[in-house]
């Protein structure tokens, strides 16, 4: 059964037929949220809420730590009643270890009581210094889990031909990277994104680097499903404003995309009729 999940938008649009569908989920919210690098707890929860996400994603392997430590993580301070956890496999340099966490992340979402939520961001990161993916150990991972009946949502570098090969095998999208994680350089891989996004029918969400709200207008201007955002947000002087800014710019660039933009000429066109003016 086709199941949504929707929450207010800060504009009215009619959005009723433009829902996100990842796998038999749908969304109203194209934005989707990291829970990374925040102030502090107040301010995350704050900023989610300003900016009208449905999926928010949260790094297994860092909740669990915090939680052995005995700190109330974030987790703990959110409403999953309202909110859809992507659990992540951050922190994973193998398949192997990203296996592993997923198995964790799974346990995790069906104790908040979410027993249907089988998603997973998967992201296999064994460069400690650019943070680059791991290409051939995230298609291994990524097999394996689609076999296990998650839904594997990839974090991947902007490679068209690895983005088909795990749309082939069954993920339910794929993310490609802007630019390197937290670097807030924007859209280094704009060609490459294009690409992406003209050859695949599963759901484009763009990932990591995207730095301001411009930027995330245009690639859902390209024909992104989704963007997600963490550092531009978290490290904005203001997070709820630029959660919110975020939010109105993703909007914007959909309804651009489905509006279709005007052809490029390379002459200037009167906008006023000429019709009736001596010469």
Known sequence: MKQSFSLPHFVNHNDSLDLLKISDKTFSSRLMLGTGKYKNLKDAI?????????????????????????????????????????????????????????????????????????????????????????????????????????????YIGPDPVLAKQLENIGCATVMPLASPIGSGKGLKNLLNLKIIIENAKIPVIIDAGIGTPSEAGKVMELGAAAVLVNTAIARAENSQTMARAMSLAVQSGRLTYIAGRMPISEKAEPSSPILGISK
């Open 46 to 154: 704050n900023s989610i809420n300003a900016s009208g996400a449905n999926i928010v994603t949260v790094a297994i392997r860092r909740a669990q730590n915090t939680k052995n430590l005995g700190r109330t993580n974030l987790i703990d301070g959110l409403d999953w009643s309202k909110l859809w956890m992507l659990p992540n496999t951050a922190g994973c340099e193998t398949a192997e270890e990203a296996v592993r966490i997923a198995s964790l992340g799974r346990e995790i979402v069906k104790k908040l009581g979410q027993s249907d939520n089988n998603f997973i961001k998967l992201e296999v990161i064994p460069d400690s210094r650019y943070l680059l993916p791991d290409s051939i150990g995230t298609l291994k991972a990524a097999e394996y889990l689609i076999n296990k009946g998650f839904v594997v949502m990839p």
